[in-house]
């Protein structure tokens, strides 16, 4: 008798698999259908490629999808692929377990499923119990554990347990309930942002049910109405948006009272009603008169405003910032009904950036991008002379003022209200609120409610004495007398604040300077507050968790302090600090802290050790991604050296990756898309299709966002295309890219495409565009794929599969927030609009970057043209050297250089020739070498004029006549793309690539603060 291959068996298993329809499993429609429908039909033609592809696709729509997990492990047994059958086959089990409640009896037909299903994975795998057994102990044992906590009210205990029970068993029910518990019942420890206060405003209803209702109630003589406590609702923007601006207003109504002083011990407000209409046009239409140029308004009786936010663009979610500053509009009636109209709105601006969390409380404090970026730029260009320079033209129409009022042209606001006077109000009521001392104690803040209070009287005659008098010579803490003396200093904290936001420059380190200073004067609150907020700017940081431990075990917060030193240990080994001896210090204290610990330990350990040789097993039977999947589960939040160490090593061996996008578009509607209402994009089945109007010369973008953050790493993918004109002479649009990092409208940064032939890795400040990076690449008419991977505060860009370049940011959360797809003028398109988001103690993102750049470093071919980065660059070749003796980068070996690529007539428009001195100067001591190379269109007479008013002493200067050099390092000559900086290690590789980041207009100053280029070269020069 001939013996059968394994592949036989295996495929005469599957062949009896999927003859006929698994019973009680439900079919996926839509998309996911239409895939897994192609996939079958490519199977029974034999394309086995194509069939992988399909059944990928409909698994990026749903990665839980049962009839797509058996079908990918299907084709993978017909590609000889048992690895991929095997996982695909235990992933299976764990979906359809999570969704079975293990407390219902399941029908006859679901037990016989699973029971096929595990008779068929059994014989690929030998071992298929195991796993479930190690999975069901490990739940029961932390369950139980997590109880304890929950009963002891150890939130954070309960919490760290539960999430180890979920990455065990991702999706486990009774893991999913009691994580939404402690979300919900916990204080801010545990709380995360969530609009919905962590209640289901659906009240169960189904999507279709919404829409049928919904569509009942579209028109507003048909509105939704509701009412709870403190105000009526009315809206005709859909069910959701009326019960979650009831949660959202009842949460927010309780902080005014704590903010204002007002009915803090209860009693009902006056019930006014919140009115939200389902768009622009119908605000303006039914709203009590509206101010054409508003987003909303508060009548006396009623708030107003609409889905959407006056630009069209922001998400539903932004639009409660609206809401928050009109309803604010009524406790100040009530608290201050004879303040300044500036100073109303200024308070109620304060309030835009509230968010309610899962436990119902808000979180306040926070900085509007819409006032900060537009306040920043004006205050940049300088100082108004005249308030009418912010007032109404002849026509009635306001113009935004290209500078900002002096702080005594807001305080006696002799002005007409209008746009241009929310963002520089808002920035003096943040501004006193929040400025410091260098050692952390606030200057005016009790100054400033003893101002807010002092008109009950009416207002004074003259509003800058009195302002002096109240707030200035009230604050002992002041170091200023008069109102023009605050001028500049307002200002430097403004831009201060907006660096900070947009992650050029990190709070963490000024955060825990005031820490030290108030422990060292005994204000141990407000050291704890500086911690904590440190925290959430860097939760890995292991010196701010270790701080913030110290402060909590010295509270007696046992449970926060045993919390954050556990993550403190994670936080060493995520920064490959593991051999740090607090380490062991920090073990000993969780000990002391948590009686529990020890149990959980125990179990950690045991899991551990039996998963590590379970998964060592499942490697030695060629079964790596098994071997991967239960290593990762080992490490994402258990501080499991040994498991880390397999995992990493593992995954280098295997060169496999468990990671999978999700489609982050329906591909049927822009639901989950926050769209403009002018119908800049529209959804084409498969395509999405931007048309963004033309306005002359101008620079106009449109920004598709999706209602998605990030709060930890993240990758992001989508292809694009502008189409050629029918004459095939010219393109259809003039930009298309993906935007990142969005903080609220026109604040994000962006990966851009110019069908030209450029790409651009750009940061919009309030409307202000600054370019990092800008190199030539092909992009024509043709489809091109953009991906950007974030993992910690690192950026890498990729342009069609090929790396371009990495950015580092002083801070993550420069990089996290929400994302979306840009068009600029002219028309583009999108397909495949991908996410990934990861866990933000997932090791796997780090350890594959790590893969994924020696790939880079090594291998020319996985680079884009032009890129430099890591290694050697080209030599500079003939070159006509006007300034210095000639040189190679070859002969400057051993020595930093600085690499420059620079030309007088843009040195005319970005002065660049300030820092270069500056640059020249430091590094000296260190022997930095600094070469500046201009374009074949400069003239030796050009450049010696130049050099004559713009010395540059010290610096090689040359030019690159025939444009060789240029090309060779992928720079178009002409000015745009340039000042262009290269920084090489003196082993002659490069190590920053880029726009050194400096204004147009001004020369940069020292108190400019450091360029993209100063930190690299910090480490390299050392200093």
Excluded at 387 to 405: L, M
Excluded at 421 to 444: E, F, K, M, S
Excluded at 930 to 945: F, K, P, S, W, Y
Aim: glycine letters at 10%; hydrophobic letters at 40%.
């Amino acid at each position: 008798m001939r013996r059968m291959s394994a592949r036989s068996v295996l495929l005469s298993i599957f062949a009896s698999w999927f003859a006929v329809a698994v019973p009680g499993q439900q079919e996926p429609v839509g998309f996911v259908a239409s895939y897994l429908a192609e996939a079958r039909g490519q199977l029974q033609a034999g394309d086995l490629a194509g069939a992988k592809a399909a059944v990928e696709r409909a698994l990026e729509r749903d990665g839980k999808s049962l009839p797509a997990l058996q079908l990918l492990a299907e084709i993978a047994v017909r590609l000889d692929d048992r690895d991929t059958a095997v996982h695909m086959q235990h992933r299976w089990l764990e979906v359809f377990d999570a969704r079975t409640d293990p407390k219902a009896k399941a029908g006859p037909e679901a037990l016989a499923e699973r029971k096929a299903l595990l008779e068929r994975l059994q014989a690929l795998d030998t071992k298929a119990l195991d796993w479930g057994k190690l999975q069901a102990a490990c739940v029961t044992g932390l369950a139980d554990i997590g109880k304890q906590y929950r009963a002891k009210k150890d939130w954070l205990g309960a919490l760290d347990v539960y999430q180890q029970l979920l990455q065990v068993a991702p999706g486990h029910p009774d893991g999913l309930a009691a994580v939404q518990q402690i979300r919900t019942s916990g204080g801010r420890e545990v709380a995360v942002e969530d609009v919905y206060a962590g209640t289901d405003p659906t009240g169960g209803l189904s999507e279709e049910e919404l829409a049928a209702l919904d569509r009942e109630h579209a028109d507003w003589e048909q509105a939704w109405t509701d009412q709870s406590d403190n105000y009526r609702y009315r809206t005709n923007a859909g069910f959701l948006v009326l019960k979650t601006a009831r949660i959202a207003m009842e949460q927010m109504n309780r902080f005014y009272r704590r903010f204002f002083h007002f009915l803090e011990d209860g009693g009902k407000t006056p019930a006014i009603e919140i009115r939200i209409f389902k768009n622009r046009d119908e605000y303006l239409k039914y709203g009590t008169t509206p101010q054409p140029w508003s987003a909303g308004q508060f009548t006396g009786d009623a708030v107003e405003t609409y889905a959407g936010g006056v630009s069209g663009k922001e998400s539903v979610r932004e639009m409660y910032g609206t809401l928050f500053h009109e309803a604010a509009h009524q406790f100040v009636s009530m608290t201050g009904p004879m303040v300044p109209g500036w100073l109303n709105e200024a308070y109620a601006s304060f309030f835009e950036g509230c968010v309610i969390l899962s436990n119902g409380s808000v979180k306040w404090n926070r900085v509007p991008a819409g006032r900060l970026m537009p306040l920043a730029a004006r205050l940049e260009r300088g100082w108004m002379s005249d308030p009418a320079e912010a007032g109404p033209g002849a026509g009635g129409e306001w113009n935004e003022p290209q500078q900002a009022p002096p702080f005594k042209m807001i305080v006696e606001g002799k002005y007409a209200w209008g746009p241009p006077w929310y963002a520089p109000t808002w920035g003096v009521v943040y501004y006193l609120y929040n400025l410091r001392l260098a050692d952390g104690r606030l200057v005016y803040r009790d100054a400033l409610h003893a101002y807010y209070t002092s008109f009950k009287r009416g207002q004074p005659k003259d509003p800058a004495a009195h302002f002096e008098t109240i707030v200035l010579r009230g604050s002992p803490l002041s170091t200023v007398a008069t109102l023009a003396e605050l001028d500049e200093p307002w200002k430097q904290w403004i831009l201060q604040l907006r660096d900070r936001e947009l992650g050029k420059t990190d709070a963490g380190d000024e955060l825990m300077r005031w820490a030290a200073a108030a422990l060292a004067r005994g204000d141990q609150a407000a050291a704890r507050e500086f911690l904590e907020d440190a925290r959430e700017l860097r939760p890995t940081d292991p010196e701010v968790l270790w701080s913030l431990a110290g402060v909590l075990e010295a509270d007696k917060a046992k449970a926060q302090a045993a919390a954050r030193y556990r993550e403190f240990r994670r936080a060493l080994e995520l920064n490959g600090k593991a051999a740090d001896p607090r380490g062991a210090a920090a073990a000993k204290k969780i000990d002391a802290l948590d009686p529990l610990v020890a149990r959980v330990r125990t179990l950690r350990q045991k899991l551990c050790d039996q998963g590590l040789v379970l998964a060592k097993d499942y490697e030695a039977r060629q079964l790596p991604s098994m071997a991967l999947e239960i290593a990762r589960r080992m490490t994402a939040s258990y501080s499991m050296p040994a498991a880390m160490d397999y995992y990493t090593q593992l995954a280098l061996r295997s060169g496999k990756s468990l990671a999978r996008f999700r489609v982050a578009y329906d591909e049927r509607s822009l639901r989950g898309w926050s769209a403009s209402d002018d119908g800049s994009f529209q959804a084409y089945g498969k395509l999405l299709r931007a048309k963004v109007p033309r306005d002359g010369d101008r620079m106009v973008t449109r920004e598709l966002t999706c209602d998605v953050t990030f709060d930890a790493d993240f990758s992001l993918a989508a292809e694009l295309q502008v189409l050629a004109t029918d004459d095939g002479k010219g393109y259809r649009g003039d930009l298309v890219g993906l935007c990142f990092g969005r903080k609220g409208d026109a604040v994000f940064h962006a990966v851009l495409l110019h069908p030209k032939g450029f790409l651009d890795l750009s940061s919009n400040r309030g409307g202000t565009w600054t370019v990092h990076d800008h190199r030539s690449v092909p992009v024509g008419s043709s489809w091109h794929q953009l991906r950007i991977d974030v993992t910690g505060n690192q950026l890498d860009v990729y342009y069609d599969g090929l790396y371009v370049r990495s950015l580092s940011f002083p801070d993550p959360a420069a990089v996290r927030g929400a994302f979306g797809l840009l068009c600029g003028p002219g028309e583009a398109q999108f397909r495949n609009v991908r996410i990934l988001a990861r866990d933000p103690f997932d090791p796997a993102a780090r350890i594959e970057r790590e893969l994924a750049m020696a790939k880079v470093m090594s291998d020319p071919s996985q680079r884009q043209p032009g890129t430099f980065s890591g290694f050697v660059p080209p030599e500079l070749g003939a070159l006509q050297f006007v300034q210095g003796e000639p040189v190679t980068l070859g002969a400057l070996r051993g020595r930093p250089v600085l690499l420059m690529f620079w030309t007088p007539a843009q040195d005319a428009v970005i002065p660049s020739t300030a820092w270069l001195r500056h640059t020249l100067q430091r590094g000296a001591k260190a022997g930095l070498a600094v070469v500046v190379v201009c374009d074949a269109g400069t003239t030796e007479a050009a450049l010696r004029a130049r050099l004559g008013t713009h010395a540059l002493p010290g610096a090689v200067v040359a030019i690159d006549g025939s444009g060789a050099c240029y090309g060779e390092f992928f720079i178009k000559a002409g000015g745009f793309g340039i000042p262009r900086a290269l920084v090489l290690d003196r082993e002659g590789k490069v190590v920053f690539e880029g726009d050194p980041g400096l204004r147009s207009g001004a020369e940069w100053q020292p108190a400019d603060g450091p360029t993209y280029v100063d930190d690299v070269l910090s480490k390299l020069l050392g200093g």
